[in-house]
């Protein structure tokens, strides 16, 4: 398979790593708007892409890519509002788009154990639930789409919630500590600080006891290996697609 990158950081370099240890090859590699008025035809002559790239540019990649009739994968965040609209714009033109927050494997089985355990807090009102995560201090977006996909689920299990918001004061400290105005609602405390990987934590709290699941990744390996297995995946598929159909290899 033939792979074109859009974005060509440490994430971008992390996939092609992955990619070639699996057999596959890089075709381009493209990082701005010049990059693709110059290397158009090399992704012409891809069989796929994988988007690493930045919330303000993901849409954009994705629509030249559904242009190309090229398969895209999509590992970027902060870009869900406009979700909805390129999943139709995909349906619409049969073209092929695997979305995730996060393709770590062992993220996503916490998402599973995350709506899980929202289920069985669902009668236990005297647990706040809060989220917090830490990234690196170059990562654009936040929250990260991790910890709204965390919260999304959650929301969905727990009748006393209806929302999440994220935390002003930003003190991992305080992130427990919500106001009875603010109780509908999940917080999420964001943290960036050196070169995190990523770290993520439910936590559940009562007067009598603590319950944390809480996912740390060691390095992004993990989660390149996950975006190319959905390359692998979506390789010859039409649609929408995510982890959810990849794990269950549907």
Known sequence: MKIALLGYGKMGKAVESV????????????????????KIDDCRDCDLAIDFSTPDTAVSNIMRCFDLGL????????????????????????????????FSIG????????????RLMNGYEDYSVAIT???HIHKLD???????????????????????KLK?????????????????FIPITFI????????????????????TLSHS???????????????EFLLGRKGYYTMRELLNNE
């Not at 990619?19 to 110059?38: F, S, T, Y």
């Not at 993220?107 to 929202?118: H, V």
């Not at 060691?218 to 190319?228: D, I």
């Open 142 to 164: 936040a929250p990260s789409g991790t910890a709204i996909t965390l919260a999304n689920d959650a929301i969905e299990e727990l009748d006393r919630k209806s929302g999440w």
């Open 19 to 38: 990619a070639v240890e699996r057999g596959h090859e890089i075709g381009a590699a493209i990082d701005d708007n010049d990059d693709w008025m110059a």
């Open 192 to 211: 960036r600080e050196g070169e995190v990987p990523g770290i993520h934590e439910v936590v559940y709290d009562s007067p009598i006891d603590t319950i």
């Open 217 to 231: 990744a060691k390095n992004r390996k993990g989660l390149a290996l996950g975006a190319v297995l959905a390359a």
């Open 133 to 135: 995560e830490t990234h």
């Open 168 to 184: 002003e004061d930003n003190q991992k400290s305080d992130s427990l500590k919500i106001s009875k105005s603010e109780n509908l």
């Open 71 to 102: 398969p895209i994968v999509v590992g970027t965040t902060g870009w869900y509002e406009q979700l909805d609209s390129v999943v139709h714009d995909c349906q619409e033109r049969e073209q092929a788009l695997f979305v995730a927050s996060n």
């Open 107 to 118: 993220m996503n089985i916490m998402f599973d154990l995350n709506r899980r355990l929202a």
